[in-house]
């Protein structure tokens, strides 16, 4: 079996687990009196990526996804996923046990509000709710006729007797170079924006915005350089980051030390209470404050202003420096993924290989290009119908092997410089005259979005349905958003700037977008194609505003055999040509033998 530095294929799920720790969890609640708890997949900082010992719900429920909800009552249980995990779940986890409940069809609340007893009592842990989010449980426990209860320490983890222990990995400096703007710089930006809000403090809760804001890295989660911690930050006044002291070493508390106090977390909740003192208003990030904070702020007597966190719109509009490390990472990844197809294509048609096969080799490509700090995700590598599950991840018990039809690799890379994405749909044989046309309907979607313009103002939303056109046409869709943004050494899936129907941020010059419509068939095979776009800035004669564009920043072929040309238009046609030539140009050189020629043949033109 090929080995993977940076993921594990192993079953690390067991069903059979499931119902004892059910039942261990009821009993705890017994003990404390209450009659049903609410188990979200989220740790202190409500992270996409969580620490082992924060992955609660994968351990009561055996679900794997990167969100979800469970719901457990002393005579009946639900989990709830969104639109991403609805096969999955039914495949990880013991349906006799905990009902799976689509969450946008019936959101936890709603379901709380429904089967909750009167005069029930319903645990949660403060820490790992949003203020927003426990207002929504109080009023479901309410209606119900029941009470919600905020327990002091977690019972899942008085029951868990092999959880992991906090991760303590070394933080480092990030290099200007790559930041492009001091840590002292951003302070000052940031001050402003406060003074603007008229807001006398910060609690930076989002290690995204830690990380960001003072220059730093980490490796507290998989796959995002996270050193987890928060930062308060007085306007006018000098920052503290609590942070556990054995992760900062002398190079990083030297760079810290004209800009910030370093104070154990344990610390934070009497700082907080400090800050908030004499009705001092203190902004609190609505998407990944913990409800424990709004908690501490109102019991000082201070004002919790609960809302966007400034950092978030400041990350996410890429510097000049940022844009650049953000293009020369595309392109040396786009070697190495360029690699990998070509390498794909010489072997899957012998039938010997398997999903993990595919995964570790690209994996491979990508270390050999020397700069490879640890890919940005699990890769999602699915033959046949996985690849109808959007989220896929293979185990050894799930691994297939390749055979005829389409296989989907969707993967990046964590490059100091930058951040990568990308997900290819390839052709194993010949694939079917449907496989084709839905294949295409996707790349319509797909090519609609990077030839999009659009006035400075527009959101994400109200590009989605450019992309979902061509599907709906044929009475098709998929059940993801079309794009999110991207970070710049930093998460794969970085706010507030998306494309879907929720995407209301509006777009600004310098964020990073996915551009990934996709199409699954159930059983049968999924389609998913990525690239990575930069918002611009459009000069268009006879324009009487300000009008924005796309950059695609990422190269590599599209699979021309899975391409319906007489479906294109002219234009589409057009666009495909000229990404294919753009992509030769660019990647020829770093190619050699068997590879460039298979470029060559790979980026031909439609129909040639």
């Known amino acids: 079996m090929r080995q993977s530095r940076f993921q594990a294929f192993d079953n690390d799920r067991d069903p059979a687990a499931c119902g004892p720790h059910l039942a261990a969890l009821r009993h705890e609640l017994r003990r404390r009196g209450l009659d049903g708890f609410v188990v979200p997949r989220a740790d202190e900082h409500q992270g ?40 999955q779940v039914r495949e990880q ?15 936890p609340a709603a379901w709380i509000g429904e089967n909750l007893p009167q005069g029930a009592k319903l645990g949660y842990d403060p820490w790992l709710h949003t203020p927003a989010a426990v207002d929504r449980l109080a009023r479901a426990a309410e209606d119900a006729g029941g009470t919600l209860v905020p327990v002091a320490d977690n019972p899942v983890d008085a029951i868990w007797s092999d959880r992991p222990v906090p991760p303590r990995a070394p933080a480092r400096p990030y290099p200007l170079i790559f930041a492009g703007v001091s840590a002292a710089d951003k302070l000052s930006q940031l001050n ?23 220059n730093l890295r980490g490796a507290d989660v998989a796959h995002t350089p996270l050193a987890l911690g928060y930062a308060l930050v007085p306007r006018g006044g000098r920052a503290t980051i609590f942070i556990d002291e054995d992760k900062i070493g002398t190079e990083l508390r030297e760079a810290l030390a004209p800009l910030a106090d370093i104070a154990s977390p344990d610390t934070l909740l009497a700082a907080l209470a ?22 501490t702020v109102s019991a000082a007597g201070g004002t919790a202003d609960v809302g966007d966190d400034p950092i978030s719109l400041m990350k996410a509009v890429k510097n000049e420096a940022e844009k650049a490390g953000a293009r020369a990472a595309q392109r040396r990844d786009a070697v190495a993924v360029t690699r990998f197809l070509a390498w794909f294509a010489r072997e899957a048609p012998g039938g010997s290989l398997t999903e ?48 005829e039809g389409i296989f989907l690799i969707d993967s990046g890379a964590q490059y100091e410089d930058g951040t990568t994405d990308i997900t290819r749909t390839l052709a194993v044989g010949t694939p079917s005259a449907e496989m084709r046309e839905r294949f295409t309907r996707v790349l319509k979607g797909h090519i609609a979005i990077a030839t999009a313009v659009f006035p400075k103002g527009t959101s994400g939303a109200q590009l989605d349905s450019f992309a ?46 996915s551009n990934e419509p996709g199409y699954y068939k159930e059983g049968e095979y999924g389609i998913r194609i990525e690239n990575l776009v930069l918002v611009e800035e459009r000069d268009m004669p006879g324009a009487d505003r300000p009008m924005l564009g796309f950059e695609t920043l990422t ?40 590879d460039r020629a298979w470029l060559v043949e790979a980026t031909r033109t439609v129909g040639g």
């Open 93 to 107: 986890v013991d349906t006799e046990l905990f009902a799976p409940v689509a969450s946008n069809e019936m959101p």
């Open 356 to 403: 993990i096969d595919a995964a570790v080799a690209l994996e491979n490509f990508r270390a050999e290009t020397n700069a490879l700090v640890d890919i940005s995700f699990d890769t999602i590598a699915g033959a046949g119908p996985n690849a109808a599950l959007p989220h896929y991840h293979v185990t050894m018990a799930s691994n297939r092997r390749i055979g």
């Open 468 to 513: 979902r056109r061509p599907l709906w046409e044929a009475g098709l869709d998929f059940d993801h958003g079309t794009g999110h943004g991207v970070g710049a050494f930093l998460s794969v899936h970085e706010g507030p700037h998306r494309i879907s129907k929720l995407g209301t941020t509006p777009l600004e010059p310098g964020v990073i977008l």
């Open 48 to 87: 996409e990526y969580v620490p082992p010992h924060a992955e609660r719900l994968a351990w009561l429920t055996g679900f794997g996804g990167s969100a979800g909800t469970a719901v457990v009552l002393m005579d009946k249980a639900a989990i709830f996923v969104d639109g991403r995990y609805t096969l």
């Open 274 to 295: 400090t800050a908030a003192a004499g009705g001092r208003r203190v902004r609190l990030d609505a998407a990944t404050a913990a409800a424990a904070l709004r908690e």
């Open 555 to 594: 190269l590599a072929p599209i699979d021309l055999a899975l391409v319906e040309p007489s479906l294109l238009s002219d234009e589409e046609r057009a666009w495909l040509d000229a990404y294919h030539a753009r992509v030769r140009e660019a990647l020829m050189p770093a190619l050699e033998g068997a």
């Open 192 to 214: 402003e924006k406060l003074a603007k809000a008229r807001s006398d403090a910060l609690v930076v809760s989002d290690p995204h915005n830690l990380a960001w804001l003072f």
